[in-house]
């Protein structure tokens, strides 16, 4: 079994077929370029110990299959907690409730919407369970739990502390009556709004009626509709100018009955594609045409939703496209399947966290690793009559080798946990030092620099391909498939990706010093060229800065696509770096002061004195500190983040397609019954290759795989 | 491993993956409602027959769909009213609101009927645990047998002919309390309702709703309870006609 491709996908894959229960039937080998497993997930160690990523990694409570594999693997490392400080799976991740948007009021003034989202019962990847059997009480129970939260927040706030009645410790199921009955009178005093909106929603059922009773004068009724719902509009705009509290509620509330109205309309109840039918249709567009106001597709919640999914063709935010059915799908299973918490944090890299573990208890396995080897084509064998196509041979640029041969040995120790470095171990490679002077950049698809190649052949040295390289790479080594094969070639053209930048900050003041008092949070819906915040505290003691760090925050965005002819010119991720470089500086000049305003001086430029230098060299107190700082573009194409783009996901390929009798793909781009961008999908596809090849794992096992 | 020949282009026993009997997910609603692999796994060709399984739940879904019939009837009529170009015109702040505020109330009981009804076809007809019963004005205390289930002895009260659902999500044994009834608006609320289970000789069920007088019609709803772990257990409607 060739493996190519090292993330989550990948290594799923191998994870599945070196299963004891195959009993070593597969022999495996990962092929990975550059020094390093993770792909988009990848972290590294840099100065100080500081943990660097591709950007912000975070962890849903419905990622049964992630968490279920990650906590196979640790309970199978069985690591002594006396030697490594992340022995269990409960070290590495730790329930985050609170999460928030930031809120946009009609005068244009930015607030923060922040929610501590209740426990649910059980934890992600418990063994033996699909989530637990919803019967309708269980789902309208949730609706009712999670919408006493939405009050809750509305009510209270959370100022610098958790709202008691909402704290993790209490189990909101267990409820007194008396607060049941508190939150149940809450909702019905909306009833008020409430009619309006349904006033609304019959407006909308009368202009349906007139058209299709065509005797009804059409032209009268529209007259009526457009009076009516003029006239209820601007109602409810009086209502909730004021009042951020109302506003919010009727935004979500609008949501919720223009997806409920849509459900019905458009028949998903009962169509067998469940919610896949709306798939060409944009989350936006459907929401609209289903009654949702212009406001409420413009709200935070939703902003957030598409933020959280880089979900902006090409990179430009005036083009944001998630297709409406995996929208709805995501909602679903984020707010209503979650285990445990909402949402889950990684308190460490993610290198330290997933791909460490991984990689060990795979070598354990027996699983092979051949590092340095860059994928350069797929090719196909000669096709024989009756027979399906194949793959013949896996073409490879050695990008280094080792010294004598040795086996590649990535991890370094960071004080007893074994971690990513951020640089190869040029010791290790043969003429490594002389690399390391000419800047050689393994990770990169602009720095095709090599000391050979290597080509595997079908039968000689693999039997079966896991092509689970990024979406982004496979244009470049999937030449022949695209060429030959027109569903590879639609799904070239259609399945799309985005680059995205990131930022991560060290800072010499707690949050709060910088006034910030709702808590250390998730943040998303804002501004770019960063419009994801988290606050990621946890990490602190990890690293060892010289001078004591108080906050450390990550930012993310998309960024916007280069041009084709752009992206082939040598420099382009150098130049690309310095954009997102400049991003960054105007980003803490002109919009951090609104998350944090104490961060700001008198006239509203960030103090860059507040960042913590990871050497001991003095950095000045401008803005050449952000160098002090880490800054990524992700241009890579393997590093670029798979879209959801309405009309393309009948596009994908499935891990469990067919075609090829010795290929298979796996990534979060590929059809896998979750199809968007993210570590569960990637962690799905990886467990349909497995299937695929072995037939197991079965696909009932898989969780989410059968859902609407 | 399979064995691995020479050279595959001679050899024709090269490995390849297996035939695969299911490629596809299973989209259909009846997933939403159980756990992967309970059972056999379905495909398109096996879904849950569209049969109803109990007639309260067909009942209920009728009668929406006739509720919402006669509501779109009304508003196509109050449309046609105003088929002649109006001059100027507002909404009649009385009737307007009463009937959207209905709709929105049909709406959702509608929504959460066709849910239990998906839920219902997504057990292959299965008889649900929970029961149903009805009511009218001064019923008189007796015992009202509902099809296979529990017996029921209700005591009601009240000045206008009344319309009771209770809707209990799986068989209770212990202490139930009922929320205050409300309406989707207005302030007051029905607060005579209990509901005993193994109250009455025999087991039987019984059900309290005394509706204080001069309550406006509407339809009042409030959750059931169970007294010691607090969880939501169903819910007690309560509709009172004009």
Not at chain 1, 27 to 37: D, E
Not at chain 1, 167 to 171: A, I, T, V
Not at chain 1, 293 to 301: P, Q
């Given at each position: 079994?060739?493996?190519?491709?090292?993330g989550?996908a990948?290594?799923?894959t191998?994870?599945?077929?070196?299963s004891?229960?195959?009993r070593?039937?597969y022999?495996?080998?990962?092929?990975?370029?550059?020094?390093?497993?993770g792909?988009?997930?990848?972290?590294?160690?840099?100065?100080?110990?500081?943990?660097?990523?591709?950007?912000?990694?975070?962890?849903m409570?419905?990622?049964?299959?992630?968490?279920?594999?990650m906590?196979?693997?640790?309970?199978?490392?069985?690591?002594?907690?006396?030697?490594?400080?992340?022995?269990?799976?409960?070290?590495?991740?730790?329930?985050?409730?609170?999460?928030?948007?930031?809120?946009?009021?009609?005068?244009?003034?930015?607030?923060?919407?922040?929610?501590?989202?209740?426990?649910?019962?059980?934890?992600?990847?418990?063994?033996?369970?699909?989530?637990?059997r919803?019967?309708?009480?269980?789902?309208?129970?949730?609706?009712?739990?999670?919408?006493?939260?939405?009050?809750?927040t509305?009510?209270?706030?959370?100022?610098g502390k958790?709202?008691?009645?909402a704290?993790?410790?209490?189990?909101p199921?267990?409820?007194?009556?008396?607060?049941?009955?508190?939150?149940?009178?809450?909702?019905?005093?909306?009833?008020?709004?409430?009619?309006?909106?349904g006033l609304?929603?019959?407006?909308?059922?009368?202009d349906?009626?007139?058209?299709?009773?065509?005797?009804f004068?059409?032209?009268g009724?529209?007259?009526?509709?457009?009076?009516?719902?003029?006239?209820?509009?601007?109602?409810?705009?009086?209502?909730?100018?004021?009042?951020?509290?109302?506003?919010r509620?009727?935004?979500v509330?609008?949501?919720?009955?223009?997806?409920?109205?849509g459900?019905?309309?458009?028949?998903?109840?009962?169509?067998?594609?469940g919610?896949?039918?709306?798939?060409?249709?944009?989350c936006?567009?459907?929401?609209?045409q289903?009654?949702a106001?212009?406001?409420?597709?413009?709200?935070?919640?939703l902003?957030?939703l598409?933020?959280l999914?880089?979900?902006?063709?090409?990179?430009?935010?005036?083009?944001?496209g998630?297709?409406?059915?995996?929208?709805?799908?995501?909602?679903?299973?984020?707010?209503?399947?979650?285990?445990?918490?909402?949402?889950?944090?990684?308190?460490?890299?993610?290198?330290?966290?997933?791909f460490?573990?991984?990689?060990?208890?795979?070598?354990?396995r027996?699983?092979?690793?051949?590092?340095?080897?860059?994928?350069?084509?797929?090719?196909?064998?000669?096709?024989?009559?009756?027979?399906?196509?194949?793959?013949?041979?896996?073409?490879?640029?050695?990008?280094?080798?080792?010294?004598?041969?040795?086996?590649?040995?990535?991890?370094?120790?960071?004080?007893?946990?074994?971690?990513?470095?951020?640089?190869?171990?040029w010791?290790?490679?043969?003429?490594?030092?002389?690399?390391?002077?000419?800047?050689?950049?393994?990770?990169?698809?602009?720095?095709?620099?090599?000391?050979?190649?290597r080509?595997l052949?079908?039968?000689?040295?693999?039997?079966?391909?896991?092509?689970?390289?990024?979406?982004?790479?496979?244009?470049?080594?999937?030449?022949?498939?695209?060429?030959s094969d027109?569903?590879?070639?639609?799904?070239?053209?259609?399945?799309?990706?985005?680059p995205?930048?990131?930022?991560?900050?060290?800072?010499?003041?707690?949050?709060g010093?910088?006034g910030?008092?709702?808590?250390?949070?998730n943040?998303?819906?804002?501004?770019?060229?960063?419009?994801?915040w988290?606050?990621?505290?946890?990490?602190?003691?990890?690293?060892?800065?010289?001078t004591?760090v108080?906050?450390?925050?990550?930012?993310?965005?998309?960024l916007?696509?280069g041009?084709?002819?752009e992206?082939?010119?040598?420099?382009?991720?150098?130049?690309?770096?310095?954009?997102?470089?400049?991003?960054?500086?105007?980003?803490l000049?002109?919009?951090?002061?609104?998350l944090w305003?104490?961060?700001v001086d008198?006239?509203?430029?960030?103090?860059?004195?507040?960042?913590a230098?990871?050497?001991?060299?003095?950095?000045?107190?401008?803005?050449?500190?952000?160098?002090s700082?880490?800054?990524?573009?992700?241009?890579?194409?393997?590093?670029?983040?798979c879209?959801?783009l309405?009309?393309?996901?009948?596009?994908?390929?499935?891990?469990?397609?067919?075609?090829?009798?010795?290929?298979?793909?796996?990534g979060?781009?590929?059809?896998?019954g979750?199809?968007?961008?993210?570590?569960?999908?990637?962690?799905?596809?990886?467990?349909?290759?497995?299937h695929?090849?072995?037939?197991?794992?079965?696909?009932?096992?898989?969780?989410?795989?059968?859902?609407p | 491993?399979?064995?691995?020949?020479?050279?595959?282009?001679?050899?024709?026993?090269?490995?390849?993956k297996?035939?695969?009997p299911?490629?596809?997910?299973?989209?259909?609603?009846?997933?939403?409602?159980g756990?992967?692999?309970?059972?056999?796994?379905?495909n398109?060709?096996?879904?849950p027959?569209?049969?109803?399984?109990?007639d309260?739940?067909?009942?209920?879904v009728?009668?929406?769909?006739?509720?919402?019939?006669?509501?779109?009837?009304?508003?196509?009529?109050?449309?046609?009213?105003?088929?002649?170009?109006?001059?100027?015109?507002?909404?009649s702040?009385?009737d307007?609101?009463?009937?959207?505020e209905?709709?929105?109330q049909?709406?959702?009981?509608?929504?959460?009927?066709?849910?239990?009804a998906?839920?219902?076809?997504s057990n292959?007809g299965?008889a649900q645990?929970g029961?149903?019963?009805?009511?009218?004005?001064?019923?008189?205390?007796?015992?009202?047998?509902?099809?296979?289930r529990?017996?029921?002895?209700?005591?009601v009260?009240?000045?206008r002919?009344?319309?009771?659902?209770?809707?209990l999500?799986?068989?209770?044994?212990?202490?139930?309390?009922?929320?205050?009834?409300?309406?989707?608006?207005g302030?007051?609320?029905?607060?005579?309702?209990?509901?005993?289970?193994?109250?009455?000789?025999?087991?039987?069920l019984?059900?309290?709703?005394?509706?204080?007088?001069?309550?406006?019609?509407?339809?009042?709803?409030?959750?059931?309870?169970?007294?010691?772990t607090?969880?939501?257990?169903?819910?007690?409607?309560?509709?009172?006609?004009?």
């Open positions: 079994m060739a493996v190519i491709g090292g989550c990948g290594l799923t191998a994870f599945e077929l070196s004891p229960e195959h070593g039937k022999a495996v080998t990962v092929y990975q370029t550059g020094f390093r497993l792909g988009k997930g990848a972290s590294g160690r840099g100065p100080a110990d500081r943990i660097e990523e591709h950007g912000l990694h975070l962890w409570g419905f990622y049964e299959n992630a968490f279920a594999l906590r196979q693997c640790y309970a199978e490392l069985g690591r002594d907690r006396k030697k490594c400080r992340i022995a269990d799976w409960t070290d590495a991740f730790v329930p985050d409730p609170l999460c928030g948007v930031m809120d946009r009021a009609p005068d244009g003034r930015w607030s923060p919407w922040v929610a501590n989202l209740p426990p649910m019962p059980g934890l992600p990847g418990d063994p033996d369970a699909a989530p637990a919803w019967t309708v009480a269980d789902y309208l129970q949730r609706s009712v739990i999670l919408v006493r939260s939405l009050l809750e509305i009510q209270t706030g959370v100022q958790v709202d008691k009645s704290s993790p410790e209490r189990n199921i267990g409820a007194a009556p008396g607060e049941l009955s508190a939150m149940m009178e809450r909702i019905m005093s909306y009833g008020g709004l409430a009619g309006f909106g609304i929603e019959g407006l909308k059922i009368l349906e009626v007139a058209r299709a009773l065509p005797r004068p059409r032209e009724i529209l007259r009526f509709h457009q009076v009516l719902a003029d006239s209820a509009r601007a109602q409810i705009d009086r209502l909730t100018a004021n009042d951020n509290g109302l506003r509620l009727w935004e509330a609008e949501l919720v009955l223009a997806t409920i109205r459900i019905i309309r458009d028949g998903l109840v009962t169509d067998p594609r919610f896949s039918a709306i798939d060409h249709l944009d936006r567009a459907w929401l609209r289903n009654g106001s212009e406001r409420a597709v413009d709200s935070a919640f902003r957030a598409y933020d999914a880089f979900a902006y063709e090409d990179g430009d935010i005036e083009r944001p998630i297709a409406a059915g995996q929208a709805v799908r995501g909602a679903v299973r984020a707010f209503f399947t979650y285990r445990g918490a909402f949402l889950w944090k990684m308190q460490y890299g993610m290198g330290d966290v997933v460490a573990p991984l990689y060990e208890v795979l070598l354990r027996g699983v092979g690793f051949e590092f340095f080897h860059r994928l350069r084509n797929v090719g196909l064998g000669p096709k024989e009559p009756g027979e399906r196509p194949h793959v013949e041979t896996l073409s490879f640029e050695v990008q280094a080798k080792t010294v004598a041969g040795r086996p590649y040995r990535p991890l370094v120790d960071v004080r007893g946990l074994p971690c990513w470095p951020s640089e190869p171990d010791g290790q490679l043969a003429g490594g030092q002389a690399m390391k002077r000419e800047g050689r950049r393994f990770e990169s698809h602009w720095d095709t620099r090599n000391v050979g190649k080509t052949t079908v039968g000689r040295d693999f039997d079966i391909a896991v092509l689970a390289v990024g979406v982004g790479a496979v244009p470049f080594v999937c030449r022949e498939l695209i060429d027109p569903r590879w070639k639609e799904m070239a053209s259609k399945v799309k990706s985005v995205t930048q990131a930022l991560q900050l060290w800072l010499r003041k707690e949050i010093e910088l910030w008092n709702r808590g250390s949070v943040v998303s819906g804002y501004v770019e060229p960063f419009d994801t988290a606050d990621m505290p946890q990490l602190i003691r990890e690293e060892t800065f010289p004591p108080k906050a450390v925050a990550y930012f993310c965005s998309v916007r696509d041009g084709e002819e992206m082939k010119t040598p420099d382009y991720p150098e130049r690309r770096q310095r954009e997102v470089r400049r991003h960054a500086i105007r980003f000049n002109e919009d951090l002061g609104r305003p104490r961060a008198g006239a509203g430029r960030f103090r860059w004195d507040l960042l230098s990871p050497t001991a060299r003095a950095a000045g107190a401008d803005e050449r500190r952000i160098d700082q880490y800054v990524r573009a992700n241009v890579e194409p393997s590093d670029r983040y879209l959801s309405p009309g393309t996901l009948s596009a994908r390929i499935s891990p469990l397609d067919q075609t090829y009798d010795n290929l298979t793909v796996a979060d781009w590929t059809d896998c979750f199809n968007e961008g993210c570590v569960e999908a990637a962690v799905m596809s990886g467990r349909l290759a497995a695929a090849v072995s037939q197991q794992p079965p696909l009932e096992k898989i969780v989410g795989f059968d859902h | 491993m399979p064995s691995k020949p020479a050279n595959s282009k001679k050899n024709p026993e090269r490995a390849k297996p035939e695969l299911r490629t596809e997910p299973i989209r259909s609603w009846s997933t939403i409602f756990p992967n692999g309970a059972g056999a796994p379905l398109a060709a096996e879904q027959a569209a049969g109803w399984a109990t309260s739940v067909r009942r209920g009728e009668l929406g769909y006739r509720v919402l019939d006669d509501y779109l009837r009304q508003g196509a009529s109050a449309a046609g009213a105003f088929a002649a170009p109006p001059r100027t015109w507002a909404p702040p009385d307007l609101p009463r009937m959207t209905r709709m929105l049909y709406t959702s009981d509608f929504t959460s009927l066709w849910f239990d998906m839920r219902i076809m292959n299965g645990p029961s149903d019963g009805k009511a009218t004005r001064s019923s008189p205390d007796r015992p009202t047998e509902a099809p296979g529990a017996r029921w002895v209700l005591d009260r009240s000045e002919p009344a319309e009771i659902i209770v809707a999500d799986e068989p209770v044994a212990g202490e139930l309390t009922v929320e205050p009834l409300r309406a989707s608006s302030k007051r609320a029905i607060t005579d309702a209990a509901i005993r289970p193994g109250a009455e000789p025999g087991g039987a019984r059900v309290r709703v005394h509706v204080p007088p001069k309550l406006p019609p509407g339809r009042y709803t409030g959750a059931v309870v169970d007294a010691a607090k969880q939501p257990k169903g819910r007690l409607t309560v509709t009172l006609a004009k």
